[in-house]
Every structure is written in C-alpha cells, then in structure tokens.
C-alpha cells in the first residue's frame, strides 16, 4: 500500500483518493480491451533514452560508413545497448 499511495501512514482521504484513481485506471482499461484495443504499458524513460540515442545513431550510419568510423559506430552501439 506504501507504495499505491507513496506514503508510511496515509490518512484516509488519501487512501480512498488512490481507490479511486486505481478503480478509474482500470475501468479506462477494461474499456480498451472492450474496444479490440491492446493495453501496452508505458516504456520507462530509461528505455526510452536509449530508443533515440540508437535511432539517432542509425540515422548516422551512411555517413559513419562513408568516414570509415565503423568500429567507432559499434562501440557507441555496444555502449547504449549495454546501459
């Protein structure tokens, strides 16, 4: 429950806000799924990050293999990959 609510002791008006918005999430889904739609849950910032330094540096690669750089474009791969 801490972690619903984000706090030790929540008083509770807190708790039945949380009830709420919980209920509330979940309604909104069933409808989705109600819909045909699937349900994806949202990708961490974390990943998210790492997504556009790989699309950035894919967009890159014609000319990091013009340059010759291409070790150089592994190894930045081989870095995001491995965060």
Do not use: W
């Amino acid at each position: 429950m801490q972690v619903m609510v984000g706090k030790s002791h929540p008083t509770i008006f807190n708790l039945i806000r949380e009830f709420q918005k919980e209920e509330a999430d979940t309604s909104a889904m069933f409808a989705e799924l109600d819909a045909g739609r699937k349900i994806k849950q949202p990708q961490r910032q974390k990943y998210k990050r790492i997504n556009e330094r790989l699309h950035n540096l894919a967009l890159q690669y014609r000319d990091i293999k013009d340059e010759g750089r291409v070790l150089e474009y592994l190894e930045s791969c081989g870095y995001n990959v491995g965060l």
